[in-house]
């Protein structure tokens, strides 16, 4: 194990940090003590200091594969102006380039490479000749088909693991669920990995959703209020941040689009302008804001409902990276879900991208704390509501729920958290169809105790209690229904739960509709 005034010291000499944020010393002794790890922890959480401070410590060369050439720039002049030796290999380089970086990784002038997973198998001879300390494998969640970013050149690394067997792995990511973290380790061959999971509870961050009609009109209203904040706002089409731009432009705003149709030269101007604060309102597709270091985003508006949970809570987590209080707001259309819908079934794995953009659907419509819906998605329970999203602030009635969550919950347990949320309806409503009387669940104690609840009624409430990590679901496993530590403090504990009236949600759906067809 390293000394620990010596991490302190180099965190100080090269970072300018005279603390540690919360898990990263912890990582890095394991580093050092030569295991595997496995580091979820959300934008502006420190992850790359997990990864950087034991490079410079560790004897050899640490890899670190990175999926964006600009991040990676980004990265190497960071280090390299704080006095580290490092240097990246990508396809913008030119051979002469790159034969000048293999000549310094031979003379040991370089501490860490940052590599594309495409450009790896050109350093395979490089890599034999050097010694390899550490492995850093950057947006962990891109070799995931269950992930909300899936890369193909990630598939390949594995391979890493099994020819360095003695050199340790550390994947880090900002957004995994359940299912991506197992499918990083399983895919990485790194079974054993240590997993640090990060609170994903940013309180500084309000969050609110709205139905997506006027659209312009409430935004406009909304920037009323914070006329000098500066903040990014979400599209799904090229054709939407120009728009839009243009709009809030005409209103005197300092506006700038950027999406992967604008030439290069362009959008590093546009990044560059909105980090030093010469451009105030940056209206993009995903694409922008990965790796952007810039902690006074005071608000962040998705104009159009994101594809599934990860990928919103990663763009919502660009606001207030200073701690100081921000603003979040999502509009939320049936015509969004129609288009989302259209692309999801041409991805690769259709049914997994539907199930997760049902779910975000879901956290729109919901009653529910929205915070607590973010948390349990991830993993993490929170038992109180959080006070800082518009339902908290705005609750509808409730009525006593505990008897319904102990149906529900008990079907779950007999099924042994083997069916989703459907047949887990029509058992608790005893219907009898194929799938029920195959698999002979006709003669479990819950068949049929609660036929008196219709079938739309009990998918809400299920949804309700998935909202407040009552459930979970295993998106991997053919979204079967799991139940989670909360579960048991229903079933065995005595805990009471509070359910959403179910009069109100339908006005939401109807309001949702009839205001979706007016949309702009």
């Given at each position: 194990?390293?000394?620990?005034?010596?991490?302190?010291?180099?965190?100080?000499?090269?970072?300018?940090?005279?603390?540690?944020?919360?898990?990263?010393?912890?990582?890095?002794?394991?580093?050092?003590?030569?295991?595997?790890?496995?580091?979820?922890?959300?934008?502006?959480?420190?992850?790359?200091?997990?990864?950087?401070?034991?490079?410079?410590?560790?004897?050899?060369?640490?890899?670190?594969?990175?999926?964006?050439?600009?991040?990676?720039?980004?990265?190497?002049?960071?280090?390299?102006a704080n006095g580290i030796s490092a240097a990246?290999?990508?396809?913008?380089?030119?051979?002469?380039?790159?034969?000048?970086?293999?000549?310094?990784?031979?003379?040991?002038?370089?501490?860490?490479?940052?590599?594309?997973?495409?450009?790896?198998?050109?350093?395979?001879?490089?890599?034999?000749?050097?010694?390899?300390?550490?492995?850093?494998?950057?947006?962990?969640?891109?070799?995931?088909?269950?992930?909300?970013?899936?890369?193909?050149?990630?598939?390949?690394?594995?391979?890493?693991?099994?020819?360095?067997?003695?050199?340790?792995?550390?994947?880090?990511?900002?957004?995994?669920?359940?299912?991506?973290?197992?499918?990083?380790?399983?895919?990485?061959?790194?079974?054993?990995?240590?997993?640090?999971?990060?609170?994903?509870?940013?309180?500084?961050?309000?969050?609110?959703?709205?139905?997506?009609?006027?659209?312009?009109?409430?935004?406009?209203?909304?920037?009323?209020?914070?006329?000098?904040?500066?903040?990014?706002?979400?599209?799904?089409?090229?054709?939407?941040?120009?728009?839009?731009?243009?709009?809030?432009?005409?209103?005197?705003?300092?506006?700038?689009?950027?999406?992967?149709?604008?030439?290069?030269?362009?959008?590093?101007?546009?990044?560059?302008?909105?980090?030093?604060?010469?451009?105030?309102?940056?209206?993009?597709?995903?694409?922008?804001?990965?790796?952007?270091?810039?902690?006074?985003?005071?608000?962040?508006?998705?104009?159009?409902?994101?594809?599934?949970?990860?990928?919103?809570?990663?763009?919502?987590?660009?606001?207030?990276?200073?701690?100081?209080?921000?603003?979040?707001?999502?509009?939320?259309?049936?015509?969004?879900?129609?288009?989302?819908?259209?692309?999801?079934?041409?991805?690769?794995?259709?049914?997994?991208?539907?199930?997760?953009?049902?779910?975000?659907?879901?956290?729109?419509?919901?009653?529910?704390?929205?915070?607590?819906?973010?948390?349990?998605?991830?993993?993490?329970?929170i038992e109180k509501d959080c006070g800082n999203?518009?339902?908290?602030?705005?609750?509808?009635?409730?009525?006593?729920?505990?008897?319904?969550?102990?149906?529900?919950?008990?079907?779950?347990?007999?099924?042994?958290?083997?069916?989703?949320?459907?047949?887990?309806?029509?058992?608790?409503?005893?219907?009898?169809?194929?799938?029920?009387?195959?698999?002979?669940?006709?003669?479990?104690?819950?068949?049929?105790?609660?036929?008196?609840?219709?079938?739309?009624?009990?998918?809400?409430?299920?949804?309700?209690?998935?909202?407040?990590?009552?459930?979970?679901?295993?998106?991997?496993?053919?979204n079967k229904l799991k139940l989670t530590e909360?579960?048991?403090?229903?079933?065995?504990?005595?805990?009471?739960?509070?359910?959403?009236?179910?009069?109100?949600?339908?006005?939401?759906?109807?309001?949702?509709?009839?205001?979706?067809?007016?949309?702009?």
């Amino acid at each position: 194990m390293q000394d620990q005034e010596q991490l302190l010291y180099t965190l100080k000499e090269y970072f300018g940090y005279d603390s540690f944020r919360p898990l990263q010393q912890e990582i890095i002794n394991s580093i050092c003590n030569g295991n595997d790890n496995l580091v979820i922890m959300p934008t502006g959480g420190g992850k790359s200091i997990c990864y950087q401070l034991p490079a410079i410590l560790l004897p050899g060369i640490t890899l670190v594969i990175s999926p964006l050439i600009a991040l990676m720039k980004d990265q190497v002049d960071g280090l390299l102006a704080n006095g580290i030796s490092a240097a990246f290999v990508n396809s913008s380089q030119v051979e002469q380039e790159q034969q000048e970086i293999y000549k310094k990784l031979l003379n040991k002038e370089i501490k860490l490479l940052y590599v594309a997973p495409e450009s790896l198998n050109f350093l395979d001879t490089v890599l034999e000749q050097i010694e390899l300390s550490l492995i850093a494998i950057d947006e962990a969640h891109c070799i995931s088909s269950w992930g909300h970013d899936f890369r193909p050149a990630y598939t390949q690394l594995g391979y890493l693991k099994t020819k360095f067997q003695n050199v340790p792995v550390i994947a880090l990511t900002a957004t995994a669920d359940k299912a991506t973290r197992q499918d990083i380790r399983l895919q990485l061959r790194i079974p054993n990995a240590k997993e640090h999971l990060a609170s994903f509870d940013r309180k500084n961050l309000s969050l609110e959703v709205r139905p997506g009609n006027k659209r312009i009109e409430q935004i406009i209203n909304f920037l009323n209020d914070k006329p000098n904040d500066c903040g990014i706002i979400y599209c799904l089409s090229r054709k939407t941040t120009e728009m839009l731009a243009d709009k809030l432009q005409q209103q005197g705003y300092n506006t700038e689009a950027y999406h992967a149709g604008i030439d290069h030269k362009k959008r590093s101007q546009v990044q560059e302008q909105f980090i030093n604060d010469t451009v105030q309102i940056v209206c993009a597709t995903i694409a922008f804001g990965m790796g952007i270091d810039k902690s006074n985003v005071r608000w962040v508006i998705h104009y159009n409902l994101p594809k599934n949970i990860e990928g919103y809570y990663q763009e919502i987590g660009r606001a207030g990276r200073d701690g100081l209080p921000s603003s979040t707001l999502l509009f939320h259309s049936y015509a969004d879900v129609v288009q989302l819908q259209k692309f999801a079934n041409t991805s690769g794995n259709q049914e997994v991208q539907l199930a997760k953009l049902d779910r975000m659907k879901q956290y729109a419509e919901s009653l529910s704390c929205r915070r607590k819906i973010l948390l349990s998605y991830f993993g993490e329970l929170i038992e109180k509501d959080c006070g800082n999203c518009d339902v908290c602030k705005n609750p509808p009635s409730i009525i006593d729920g505990t008897i319904i969550a102990q149906k529900a919950l008990s079907c779950v347990t007999r099924i042994k958290e083997d069916e989703p949320i459907g047949t887990i309806i029509d058992v608790l409503r005893g219907a009898q169809n194929a799938v029920v009387l195959d698999k002979g669940y006709q003669q479990l104690k819950t068949y049929g105790i609660a036929n008196d609840i219709a079938w739309r009624d009990w998918q809400q409430y299920i949804i309700q209690l998935i909202n407040q990590g009552y459930l979970e679901i295993a998106f991997h496993q053919n979204n079967k229904l799991k139940l989670t530590e909360l579960s048991k403090k229903v079933l065995f504990e005595g805990e009471k739960v509070r359910l959403a009236n179910l009069a109100e949600f339908e006005k939401i759906r109807e309001v949702t509709k009839d205001q979706s067809n007016k949309a702009n």
